[in-house]
């Protein structure tokens, strides 16, 4: 395993301003914005049992991998937040992609499910248990994405640790 030198999550050249830092959690270098992507389609699901008007913008949701939120942001600091995901601990990324894989095939089969169902007449009453059952799915992945953002796993606990001495 790569050890983790004390400038890893240094500023780039140039320097960043402190607002650009924020973004990145430096135990782990994630960064917790890109749950926006998730967070989006789950007000979506949540909503759309008394909004169906919405259902055109649930079905047209696409998900968007890490990187191509940071390249695609505004956000002051996306850039450092790129340079920061090349560096992630390959544990803790690999387990950060699985539930990020996980969260898309739950909307994708919710997607599916609302395509099926939004022509029945009795819609949207018919979606109100998949569009809960769906955003409580959704809630549990991105607390434990969450989670792995700020805390990490076992092999970034100790790349901090070596990283603040």
Partial sequence: ??????????PPAG?????????????????????NVFNEVL????????????TEEALAWQPRTYSEYFQQSTLPGAKYALAAYEDVDP???????????????IVTDAQRTLAAESSRPDYPDCIVGSCEATAEQMRIGLAYVNR?????????????????K
């Fill in 1 to 10: 395993m790569l050890q983790a030198k004390e400038d890893d999550f240094s």
């Fill in 15 to 35: 320097g960043a301003s402190e607002p650009a830092l924020g973004i990145v959690n430096p135990t782990t270098g994630l960064a917790n914005d890109y749950l």
């Fill in 43 to 54: 007000l979506l699901l949540e909503f759309l049992p008394t909004m169906p008007e919405m």
């Fill in 91 to 105: 544990v803790l990324r690999k387990k950060f992609e699985s539930v990020l894989t996980r969260l898309i095939q």
């Fill in 148 to 164: 792995l953002i700020n805390e990490g796993g076992p092999s970034s606990a100790g790349a901090s640790r070596s990283r603040n």
